[in-house]
């Protein structure tokens, strides 16, 4: 291969290089906006706390929004479902639903109960079911996230569901409910009932800092093979 060749060939490798890692750091760039208008979303929805009815929780027009919520009814008899892979302040447990039943007859509702630790054997948690007739309020948000691959569950001995990553479509049948709405109910902090729990939407997942973070990462690595090409093709037209 000629000298000219290979500065041919190895600018064309170092451009490609340089536009795969711009391209990844504007996607990052991206993931950070989205997270952060998501995050002022809820914010401004928490603060006001204008509650709407739960069977905003089934509008497929806001299967991605978050609203606040409350309303009167009971938990169905039904398993818990207990989602697996849950991190809080450094510890691994699982966070807690239930099939909610309103009044008002719009269809259940899973409600998040909060968060419970796991031993290192993961011997889970016992949850009592939660009789009689309940006030519950809280965000309605889309489920938490479960990263790449699909989500499922397997029932336990004692019936209880041990979910990797919540589907409500998937979940209605095992529940013994008609169907579940597509978002779930993130229950108030401050109501005296459940387990540890915040209102955190970003739960196991990164903040939008972390990507700005890893743009700045990529930003950087296109910058640097740039850099390297300049330089060597500077060496190589030195006589």
Request: no cysteine; charged share 15%; net charge positive.
């Amino acid at each position: 291969m000629s000298r000219g060749t290979g500065m041919v060939v190895g600018w064309m490798a170092a451009l490609l290089a340089i536009a795969g890692f711009s391209a990844l750091g504007h996607w990052q760039l991206g993931r950070q906006q989205e997270k952060q208008l998501m995050l002022d979303q809820v914010a401004a929805t928490i603060a006001a706390k204008t509650p709407v009815p739960l069977a905003a929780a089934a509008d497929p027009a806001r299967t991605r929004g978050y609203d606040w919520s409350a309303a009167t009814g009971h938990f169905a008899e039904a398993p818990a479902v207990l989602l697996d892979n849950q991190q809080r302040n450094g510890r691994a447990g699982v966070r807690v639903y239930r099939a909610f039943v309103p009044d008002a007859g719009t269809g259940a509702v899973l409600v998040e109960l909060g968060w419970l630790p796991l031993p290192p054997e993961r011997t889970l948690p016992e949850v009592p079911r939660l009789a009689g007739p309940r006030q519950v309020a809280g965000l309605l948000a889309p489920p938490p996230s479960h990263g790449i691959g699909p989500s499922g569950f397997e029932p336990q001995a004692d019936g209880t569901l041990l979910a990797i990553g919540l589907d409500p479509a998937a979940l209605a049948a095992p529940l013994g409910q008609p169907r579940l709405a597509p978002r779930v109910l993130k229950l108030d902090p401050a109501l005296d009932i459940g387990y540890a729990r915040d209102l955190d939407v970003l739960p196991n997942t990164l903040p939008p800092e972390r990507h700005l973070g890893y743009a700045v990462q990529w930003f950087a690595l296109a910058l640097a093979v740039l850099a390297t090409a300049l330089i060597l093709t500077y060496r190589r037209q030195r006589p």
